[in-house]
């Protein structure tokens, strides 16, 4: 499941070191334009997330996942043999797209065995997994540049794909009972999209975890703008990425523990505030300095941002699904496309923003925090509608 997950994570993050030799190549003038690279593929996975979802929930787990797994592959070659910059947008539009398939699906795959806090306890182990490939693929990214041309990261992603697809294949068996499948009908997936959307605590958690992944867009969007161009660190770029995705990495393993004694919402409730006290804190600081703040203060405020960051991801997509365990797939992609669409509208903002400074960015963890904050405050304070919640759950 982490494997099948991490396929986007890779996708991203090997792009980073790449992004000014693709423009320069592809004749990319704009100079935060290499950004839309990043933002194709985002709006391939909220789009693609609607679709397979559903068709999991009819046909089972296995065969959507395959389908997406092979539209990932005609992607990363279509990427790798771009002519032209639209031709590299469409091909990471179809990466995403079929991303949305093994993404959002595990999700319900883990729904099928585990609730509650097992299942935030099982996300929290896979995601503490997952963030292994962000920590090594932007070094990953670099290193291929310095042997080849930046086309073979798209070709290392077609291997992983394929390694993917059969070990998926030979490893995982369906875990929806034939039983348990509903008959495929656009009119019963308005139906269960309803009953999601209409549910308080699903679509409360969703906008929540569609706030905060937002400013981690928008970070990921200007990350190589702001290492490489403002900090003038070149090819040491990737070192200073991995320490501070290694945050939210420890953040996840420690909640993996946490989360069986404190309950997930106390955990998020915590970590939120942390992290819109920090964002607020450097940003006046940043502010005081001329906008030029030191290296390692922006490494201090970033490895304790993320920290925060890794104790939200894993609770948040557990605590949204919580209760929609008998349309887990329509669920986990509903939930999912609604806060990648959230997330996208928000990060390419803070991303389309940056202007030399990290201003943009501390700014927009500082705002979004607290957005989600407030979100998650009024969520449990109202209630599902039939069970009312409380924060020490």
Request: with cysteine; net charge neutral.
């Amino acid at each position: 499941m982490a494997l099948l997950i991490s396929l986007v994570a890779l996708s991203i993050d090997a792009m980073l070191p790449a992004l000014p030799a693709i423009g320069a190549d592809l004749n990319v003038h704009w100079e935060n334009g290499t950004q839309l690279i990043l933002a194709a593929m985002f709006v391939g996975f909220a789009t693609g997330q609607l679709i397979f979802g559903p068709l999991s929930d009819c046909f089972g787990r296995k065969a959507p996942i395959y389908v997406g797994l092979s539209l990932f592959i005609l992607g990363s070659i279509l990427s790798m043999s771009a002519w032209s910059f639209p031709a590299m947008l469409a091909g990471r539009f179809l990466q995403g797209f079929g991303a949305a398939a093994p993404r959002s699906i595990t999700v319900a795959l883990i729904r099928d065995y585990f609730e509650g806090r097992a299942m935030a306890r099982i996300m929290s182990f896979i995601m503490a997994v997952f963030i292994i490939v962000p920590i090594l693929s932007p070094a990953i990214g670099q290193v291929i540049l310095l042997v080849a041309s930046w086309r073979m990261i798209f070709a290392m992603l077609l291997a992983l794909a394929l390694i993917s697809f059969v070990w998926f294949g030979i490893r995982q068996p369906e875990t929806l009972d034939p039983d348990l499948r509903t008959t495929f009908s656009l009119r019963q997936i308005g139906c269960d999209i309803r009953e999601i959307v209409s549910n308080r605590c699903a679509l409360g958690y969703t906008i929540s975890a569609g706030l905060v992944s937002g400013a981690f867009i928008g970070y990921l969007s200007s990350a190589q703008q702001i290492f490489q161009s403002r900090f003038d660190l070149g090819n040491h770029f990737p070192l200073y990425f991995a320490g501070l995705a290694a945050s939210i990495g420890c953040a996840s393993l420690l909640n993996a523990k946490l989360v069986m004694h404190f309950g997930m919402r106390l955990l998020s409730w915590r970590a939120l505030q942390s992290m819109s006290l920090f964002s607020a804190g450097f940003f006046i600081y940043a502010s005081s300095v001329d906008s030029a703040p030191p290296l390692w203060t922006f490494m201090t405020w970033g490895s304790l941002t993320f920290f925060s960051i890794g104790l939200v991801f894993g609770n948040f997509n557990a605590l949204a699904i919580e209760s929609l365990g008998h349309i887990a797939g329509t669920a986990s992609a509903v939930i999912g496309s609604i806060a990648t669409a959230i997330s996208l509208m928000l990060g390419v903002f803070i991303g389309q923003s940056y202007d030399g400074t990290v201003l943009p960015l501390v700014g927009g963890f500082a705002i979004l925090g607290l957005a989600s904050l407030v979100t998650m405050y009024l969520t449990e304070r109202s209630g599902t509608g039939t069970t009312k919640l409380s924060i020490g759950d």
